[in-house]
């Protein structure tokens, strides 16, 4: 009795307390609609319908409703009527959310074959980067007639890795119109097969025959029983079929499948196929950085009978080899690839050394060289493409700078933002939506509604200067990722405060003062580990600004002296940095001072990157750009990218990222034994 009076007692008073205050009253009910939003996000994941449906007539007003609502319709949309997901489309007019669900739903109806709502929906989609609502879409007329939809169709299809409907649909169509012949299919099989992906290749071979797409299933299991069981490849079919064997031995073994094409069954299949498997086995040589991988390569015969992802790999290999020649050919051959700035780079290079008839290319800067340019044509050619891609943005056209002879320094920063500007960026209702998301822990959802509102809500994305503004925003409010992001999609106005900003600056400074490392490598590396995300996990546990394992962290922080370390710890800042430069250090300092070879052991392990060293003596450009590992070799071009730029911040002087890459080769005889402790 007396317990309920004073709770009686206790909820008078905080009635009349909340009435006095009204702005307590508002942030408990906002309180409680956040944790009601973070009540159904878990629902959704645990795909609880009744869940969903209970919670949502309380969400009504949050500004995160329309995601609540679209996780309630998204779960069950294989059961919603079409005018339930017409109204819903309505009702939330102009929002992720809508578009998110318009997305699902044409890779609904195209799985149903229901073509005639799918025609008259997919015009809506304003998102439109999803590949396989866009081969459902290739498929309907009048886009199925038109001339291009067969070399679109062929680009998608052969870039998915996993299995979809979608393009398989469609190729099968285009298929059974002549559009696509057996070598298109059997392209798609070759890379399924290369991809480790047996599922795919059947189902590309499906539109041939059933049988075939037993026997890829049956090859990718034991290739070798394939060509022991089989003498002869007379027929195409047999041939194609030998080819997925071949290309599924070089995966594992590339010089046990050269001896066999080379003994045996090169001599059983056509130009076009005996240049593809040659180029696969000089890839996956290459991809183990053998130093046959570019006398592989050499036995193709003709480029064009290749696609972009092998010669690629082919000019990695000439790289590798110093042979420019190749290196200028392979990348001549490129669909699209070519007009990335790697290939422009690579191709410039090559161009300059050849016209300098040494067969090498000094790297040590041409912007004086303008009588040689104008007498030697291909010279002017290679000095215009270095030109068109020089500038602060990335590894590469830092490197064309330089070739240039320019330094690198930080850009002048823009006109400053007007209120109007960061007014309009403040009132969108999208990228509040974002904050609101990634301030609940809803990141994923929150990076969608941001990226969205930026990139995707109107035709071309927003313009370089409300993506300013809307940089300028997150910056605010310390959401550094996306402040990044959004400000690197600029192209005049580059703004490098955005772009590398500067959090916990003090601790950053003396941390790597503390242990003789250059803040500027350490910011470097921090922007491309976490983008500053201060609680930032990774799927296998790294954690933190400098996304440290528990297990390098614990034995790290022994090896710094840093006593009663619990692992709950490495997400507080200060210990966190400690710790990741603490461990930087001894990497930097195992690997000679190469700081390319450190952040590849900082990201891919210790053991990685000694292996990698090994071989060739190579300027630091040719190492990184043959790193085996596609995530590790972004990962190093960016850190030492990042790394050029952040140095230009701080110091206020001209930079060099050449003088930062060095070379790369096999570890010194005389150097300290290695440390072989080094986690």
């Not at 450190?598 to 060739?616: E, F, L, M």
């Amino acid at each position: 009795m007396q317990f309920t009076q004073i709770l009686t007692s206790l909820g008078a008073s905080v009635l009349i307390f909340s009435v006095m205050n009204p702005a307590l009253g508002q942030t408990n009910a906002q309180n409680r609609g956040d944790e009601l939003i973070l009540e159904m996000s878990q629902a959704f994941k645990k795909n609880d319908k009744g869940q969903l449906t209970r919670l949502l007539p309380r969400a009504k007003g949050h500004i995160l409703e329309p995601w609540a609502a679209y996780w309630e319709l998204r779960v069950r949309l294989d059961q919603a009527s079409d005018a339930e997901i017409q109204q819903f489309l309505s009702q939330y007019a102009g929002t992720y959310a809508e578009d998110r669900l318009r997305n699902d739903w044409l890779l609904q109806l195209g799985r149903q074959r229901d073509w005639a709502v799918f025609t008259q929906e997919y015009p809506r989609f304003r998102m439109n980067d999803d590949r396989e609502v866009r081969c459902y879409a290739l498929s309907t007329e009048p886009l199925l007639s038109k001339p291009e939809t067969v070399a679109e169709l062929k680009r998608l299809w052969y870039a998915f890795r996993d299995t979809e409907d979608g393009c398989t649909y469609t190729a099968d169509k285009l298929h059974d119109l002549k559009k696509i012949d057996a070598l298109d299919v059997w392209r798609k099989a070759r890379l399924a097969m290369d991809n480790n992906r047996p599922r795919a290749a059947q189902l590309a071979l499906n539109i041939e025959s059933g049988e075939l797409g037993k026997q890829a299933i049956l090859i990718h299991s034991d290739p070798q029983k394939y060509l022991d069981k089989h003498i002869l490849a007379i027929t195409k079919k047999r041939k194609e079929l030998a080819v997925l064997a071949l290309i599924r031995i070089a995966n594992t073994d590339p010089d046990k499948a050269a001896q066999q094409l080379e003994k045996k069954w090169g001599l059983m299949l056509t130009k076009e196929e005996h240049n593809w498997v040659w180029a696969v086995i000089g890839k996956q040589a290459a991809q183990k950085l053998q130093d046959n991988a570019h006398s592989y390569f050499n036995k193709v015969t003709r480029n064009q009978d290749l696609n972009d992802d092998l010669l690629i790999w082919k000019t990695r290999a000439a790289l590798r080899s110093g042979d420019w020649k190749a290196v200028m050919g392979a990348v001549d051959a490129m669909d699209s690839a070519k007009q990335d700035p790697t290939w422009i780079y690579w191709k410039a290079r090559a161009q300059l050394a050849l016209s300098a008839g040494t067969g090498t290319s000094t790297g040590s800067g041409t912007g004086t060289g303008t009588n040689a340019a104008a007498t030697d044509p291909m010279r002017t050619e290679a000095l215009a493409a270095l030109q068109s891609i020089a500038g602060v943005k990335g590894f590469y056209e830092q490197l064309a700078m330089e070739e240039l002879g320019q330094a690198i320094t930080a850009p002048a920063k823009p006109a400053p933002l007007t209120p109007t500007e960061k007014t309009l960026a403040a009132q969108n209702a999208g990228l509040q939506r974002a904050l609101t998301a990634l301030s609940l822990g809803l990141r994923s959802e929150g990076n969608r509604e941001w990226n969205y509102s930026t990139n995707l809500h109107t035709p071309g994305g927003m313009g370089e200067r409300e993506l300013l503004a809307a940089a300028d925003l997150a910056c605010s409010k310390q959401v550094w990722d996306r402040c990044i992001n959004t400000s690197d999609r600029t192209k005049t106005q580059i703004d490098f405060d955005q772009r590398f900003p500067m959090p916990l600056k003090e601790t950053v400074l003396r941390k790597s003062k503390d242990v003789q490392l250059d803040p500027a490598y350490v910011y470097g590396l921090i922007r491309q580990e976490s983008r500053f995300i201060m609680d930032a996990k990774s799927v296998v546990g790294a954690a933190g600004l400098m996304q440290v394992m528990p297990a390098t962290a614990k034995w790290t922080a022994k090896k710094i002296g840093l006593t009663n370390f619990q692992p709950h710890q490495i997400t507080d800042q200060e210990i966190n940095v400690a710790i990741g430069t603490g461990y930087l250090k001894l990497v930097l300092d195992e690997f000679d001072g190469s700081m390319p070879l450190a952040a590849a052991a900082y990201n891919a392990g210790p053991s990685r990157s000694r292996n990698w060293r090994k071989g060739p003596v190579l300027e630091a450009a040719i190492w990184a750009e043959n790193i085996p590992f596609t995530e590790t070799r972004d990962y190093v071009k960016k850190v030492l990218s990042n790394t050029t730029n952040y140095a230009a911040i701080i110091t206020g002087q001209p930079q060099s990222l050449k003088a930062r890459l060095g070379t790369v080769g096999p570890r010194n005889a005389q150097a300290r034994e290695e440390n072989t402790d080094l986690p």
